[in-house]
Structure formats: C-alpha cells, structure tokens
C-alpha cells in the first residue's frame, strides 16, 4: 500500500502510462501493446490530454471490417485458413489495417477519473461500462494515471481490514 489516501484512485494507479498520439499507425500499437503485454493504450493530444482509447478489441472489430482477422499468438496476422489465391488480397487488407491511423479506430469517449474518485466508484465504472482500464486525469484533463482491472485486483488481494 502507498502512502497516499488508501480508498482512493491515487492509491491504485500506475503512474508509468503508455501512450500514443492520434496520428499514430494500428501496426505501432499492435508493437507496443505486445511488448508491453497490455490490452490497451490512451490516445493523447499534444498537451497529453486524453482524447481517446484504443484497445485489442477495437482493432480486431476494425481487422473484421477490412477482411483481415488477425490471431493471437502467432507472429504474423495470416489466418491459417487462408487459401493461398487470396494471399494478394490479404496484403493489401494487412498494408490497410499496419498503415490506419490510431484516431480512425480509437473509441472517442475515454473514461476518465480524479485521483481523488474512491476506488469503489472506479470499479462501478468498470462494471456499468464494461471496460477493462479508467484513465486518471489532473485539473487540466492531462494523464497522470491509469487504472486497469489488475489493478483493482491487486488492490484487493493487498487490502488489509
């Protein structure tokens, strides 16, 4: 436990975010959302304001509109139920999805909550709108955390009554 307000976002929050820009491509996400081993990013803006989110599941649904399904676990994006006539049609799919701007696919209602927001509404949060992370925000509306469901499951398992 920290030493800052035990019932608090502030004490949850993992102030090291990761993010990127809306001008960023679905292949530079892809990259740091692997290396990292996260499900999801917040978009900012030049003044590190968060405009958007962009996670796994929406880049999957976009890779299902543009015909390119990718899997998991493998090093590339090729289905292995491709047949091998439609391997042309696969890489234009593949160059669409690697070259499309983060803003084209990001969700544009990010949750977002003060370090002071109590740790239960943030699971409240969570639960009504079924998301996986709540980005803490200063006055100013700039990141200064987030909070993703391991969090809160840590915070838990620490807790002490």
Known sequence: MSNKAPYEASSVMNTAVIS???HATLEEVVKI???NRISGLPVVDS???VIGVITETDIVNFATKVHVIPLIG???WLSPYIDVTE???FKKGFNLLANTKVEKVMSKRPVTVSAGTYINKVAELMKKRDINRVF???KEGK????IARADLVDYLAEWKR
């Open 47 to 49: 003044d590190n304001k």
């Open 20 to 22: 990127v820009g809306p």
């Open 33 to 35: 959302l692997a290396d």
């Open 87 to 89: 391997i042309a049609k």
């Open 143 to 146: 990141i200064i955390g987030v």
């Open 74 to 76: 493998t090093s590339g």
């Open 136 to 138: 803490v925000i200063d």
